[in-house]
């Protein structure tokens, strides 16, 4: 047998950023068992309505518009200000980092006060009709998404404030920026389909 030989791994970083990092690979994972829920979530929806003459039922009017368009243009914004949590992150600016973090965590707040009000823009309550229910669920199980990004963003933006900070968390604080573009892109299609496509079935 030929001797073992030791490999020197001290210069290997600790930490890394987007396919570099094991982080960024968990975070994508979740990404698509989110995505294929929501997508799931969106074609019971559509096969629903294909099973009534009216979508929404003719007792039911048509879902409101402005406040899931304002609350759009704020989760835009949200994602918009992952630019800058990347660049930050990357350049490990620790006071820098931090109050945009808590800057987009006071955004997602707000965004979470609008979406009660779109709940109530569906016109509809969750248990009325199956298209109440479609459309309930299918906003809720986004919602929750929120939620735990509202946290994650809010944890990560005092853990630098307050410290003690180590590597680790700049990578950490770069997978919200990562995960907010993920909120934006997967709610704009349902956006449509909630506010919208009822007018047009």
Same mark, same amino acid.
């Given at each position: 047998?030929?001797?073992s030989?030791?490999?020197?791994?001290?210069?290997?970083?600790?930490?890394?950023?987007? $396919?570099?990092?094991? %982080?960024?690979?968990?975070?994508? &994972?979740?990404?698509?068992? #989110?995505?294929? /829920? *929501?997508?799931?979530?969106?074609?019971s929806?559509?096969?629903?309505?294909?099973?009534?003459?009216?979508?929404?039922?003719?007792?039911?009017?048509e879902?409101?518009?402005?406040?899931?368009?304002?609350?759009?243009?704020?989760?835009?914004?949200?994602?918009?200000?992952?630019?800058?949590?990347?660049?930050?992150?990357?350049?490990k600016?620790?006071?820098?980092?931090?109050?945009?973090?808590? $800057?987009?965590?006071g %955004?997602?707040?707000?965004?979470? &006060?609008?979406?009660?009000? #779109?709940?109530? /823009? *569906?016109?509809?309550?969750?248990?009325?009709?199956?298209?109440?229910?479609?459309?309930?669920?299918?906003?809720?199980?986004?919602?929750?998404?929120?939620?735990?990004?509202?946290?994650?963003?809010?944890?990560?933006?005092?853990?630098l404030?307050?410290?003690?900070?180590?590597?680790?968390?700049?990578?950490?604080?770069?997978?919200?920026?990562?995960?907010?573009w993920?909120?934006?892109?997967?709610w704009?299609?349902?956006?449509?389909?909630?506010?919208?496509?009822?007018?047009?079935f």
């Open positions: 047998m030929s001797p030989r030791s490999v020197d791994v001290s210069a290997v970083p600790t930490s890394g950023y987007g $396919t570099k990092s094991p %982080l960024w690979w968990g975070t994508a &994972g979740f990404m698509v068992v #989110e995505g294929t /829920s *929501l997508a799931l979530c969106a074609a929806y559509i096969y629903l309505s294909r099973n009534f003459e009216a979508w929404p039922p003719p007792s039911i009017p879902p409101d518009t402005v406040v899931p368009t304002i609350s759009l243009a704020v989760l835009v914004l949200v994602g918009i200000l992952g630019i800058p949590i990347d660049r930050l992150a990357k350049q600016d620790r006071r820098g980092l931090a109050q945009v973090l808590l $800057t987009c965590a %955004l997602q707040l707000v965004l979470l &006060g609008l979406r009660i009000w #779109e709940f109530d /823009s *569906l016109n509809v309550h969750w248990s009325d009709t199956a298209y109440g229910s479609a459309a309930w669920f299918t906003m809720g199980f986004h919602t929750t998404l929120l939620v735990a990004d509202f946290f994650e963003t809010l944890a990560f933006g005092l853990i404030l307050m410290g003690p900070v180590h590597d680790d968390h700049y990578e950490d604080a770069d997978e919200v920026s990562f995960y907010s993920f909120l934006v892109a997967s704009i299609p349902l956006y449509v389909l909630l506010f919208f496509s009822p007018r047009w």
